[in-house]
T-cell receptor, first 114, second 115 residues
Framework: DAGVIQSPRHEVTEMGQEVTLRCKPI?????LFWYRQTMMRGLELLIY????????DSGMPEDRFSAKMPNASFSTLKIQPSEPRDSAVYFC????????????FGQGTRLTVV | AQTVTQSQPEMSVQEAETVTLSCTYD???????LFWYKQPPSRQMILVIR??????QNATENRFSVNFQKAAKSFSLKISDSQLGDAAMYFC????????????FGEGTQLTVNP
């Protein structure tokens, strides 16, 4: 199994630009999470999906952030327009929906907005 | 809402010694799951150990064990015979018992292992 795949691994962009982060969950997993990690705020849950449906997006910081999961094998997190304070590592994780299932994480995308 | 608190931002231990990392949580649910994840400098999140709240027996995985105190809402991680490769950030995490529940993390504890 290839694990959770995120792309790109690193992204440097200028303030005001649109950024799209991508995630391919593990096949057969039907819960998907997007987290943001910073030194100041630790690991924050931004949004999570069950069976491609957003369940809780209360962690999405602003309307500049949006996430989609068009099918079971792909999700995107978009920031438009990006700002320097969005600089962070963004993780995608997936799990089976069973009760005791742990989440498996991707390698993360390090985003730098200059 | 569920919260997870790790009150030790940093800990250190001598190689081959034992260290305990603390975690407390707050929940109104009776059915839930707790996890410890390790994040080495590579930043990959790795599951170390998990505990089902309905199980009274503490989980153990080789040198890693937990002390789960449900009434006190405490979930500490003990690392025995610490190795240099154990140096990492450790996160405690909570997941509710309903299928497809959110996974909430604590602030993390940075563990240093001294040779």
């Amino acid at each position: 199994d290839a694990g959770v795949i995120q792309s790109p691994r690193h992204e440097v962009t200028e303030m005001g630009q649109e950024v799209t982060l991508r995630c391919k969950p593990i096949s057969g997993h039907n819960s998907l999470f997007w987290y943001r990690q910073t030194m100041m705020r630790g690991l924050e849950l931004l949004i999570y999906f069950n069976n491609n449906v957003p369940i809780d997006d209360s962690g999405m910081p602003e309307d500049r952030f949006s996430a989609k999961m068009p099918n079971a094998s792909f999700s995107t997190l978009k920031i438009q327009p990006s700002e320097p304070r969005d600089s962070a590592v963004y993780f995608c994780a997936s799990s089976r929906r069973e009760r005791v299932a742990e989440a498996f994480f991707g390698q993360g995308t390090r985003l730098t907005v200059v | 809402a569920q919260t997870v608190t790790q009150s030790q931002p940093e800990m250190s231990v001598q190689e081959a010694e034992t260290v305990t990392l603390s975690c407390t949580y707050d929940t109104s649910e009776s059915d839930y799951y707790l996890f410890w994840y390790k994040q080495p400098p590579s930043r990959q999140m790795i599951l170390v150990i998990r505990q089902e709240a309905y199980k009274q027996q503490n989980a153990t995985e080789n040198r890693f064990s937990v002390n789960f105190q449900k009434a006190a809402k405490s979930f500490s991680l003990k690392i025995s015979d610490s190795q240099l490769g154990d140096a990492a950030m450790y996160f405690c995490a909570y997941r509710g018992g309903g299928s497809g529940s959110r996974l909430t993390f604590g602030e993390g504890t940075q563990l240093t292992v001294n040779p």
